[in-house]
């Protein structure tokens, strides 16, 4: 699992500091120039530049973060197709062979389940990826075996295509579910915001006027943004899971009722 500083800290701490800290830089810049005579160029342009770089920065952060977010659910309800194909195929079978099958496929769908309502559990994330590594061999194995038997060829040529695109929808959770937006672009989008705040400030001290509500409300918009942005990035915790689709993994269970 992912561990930063930025990564391990809960995002509505880190929002919450960006707060403190764009309201400070706003009455520091304020401070500064409001002691000072106003220039003769109007520097509003610029600033409207910065306002825009900004917005832009925010955009694209959290489009890289929604994406990634609408990927593990797309990648999460494609696993779930997939289990249930391999589900349903296993009755090809005569009952005494699909029987082993359902018992496995139930054992594979339990690991599957307890890898995603882990958390941040590192000795459970491990332990259900170690428990869905031994079923997957388990049903390889079976499987092969049955394709070099005559009487059930047919039925394996089926399985097997159906258990290669299950395990590697489960590759392709995993990778989607460690994916996340560079923590680059996330310090960059931190920081741009301090500065702009200040900035903000800055320019306001030359009118010897700041407003408390545009300014309250610049920082808590901003802030809530960056507070969505990084909880669409964390698929392990936060207010946006992937709970709707895990629950198509619980329905696929009633086939072993």
Request: overall charge positive; proline content about 3%; charged content about 20%.
């Amino acid at each position: 699992m992912k561990h930063s500083f930025l990564y391990d800290t809960d995002a509505l701490i880190i929002v919450s500091a960006l707060f403190v800290l764009m309201f400070a830089a706003i009455k520091t810049g304020y401070k500064i120039s409001s002691g000072r005579s106003k220039p003769d160029s109007d520097h509003s342009g610029i600033l409207s530049s910065l306002l825009g770089l900004l917005a832009l920065l925010l955009a694209f952060t959290f489009g890289m973060s929604g994406s990634r977010y609408d990927s593990r659910k797309a990648s999460l309800v494609q696993e779930s197709n997939d289990i249930g194909t391999a589900i349903l195929r296993a009755n090809v079978y005569p009952d005494s062979i699909a029987n082993f099958y359902k018992k496995d496929f139930n054992n594979y769908l339990n690991a599957r389940i307890a890898y995603f309502e882990s958390g941040r559990d590192e000795e459970k994330i491990s332990a259900s990826q170690k428990k869905t590594a031994a079923v997957s061999a388990i049903l390889w194995k079976r499987t092969t075996d049955l394709a070099h038997q005559k009487d059930n060829l047919l039925p394996s040529n089926m399985m097997i295509p159906a258990l290669n695109s299950m395990f590697d929808s489960a590759t392709t959770v995993n990778a989607a579910y460690a994916s996340s937006v560079p923590e680059s672009i996330v310090y960059l989008l931190l920081i741009f915001s301090i500065v702009i705040s200040f900035y903000i400030g800055y320019s306001s001290g030359f009118k010897k006027t700041l407003e408390p509500y545009f300014t309250f409300g610049f920082c808590f918009l901003t802030c809530v943004v960056i507070y969505i942005t990084l909880d669409l990035d964390r698929p392990r915790r936060g207010i946006i899971n992937l709970q709707n689709e895990i629950v198509l993994l619980r329905d696929l269970q009633t086939n072993f009722n």
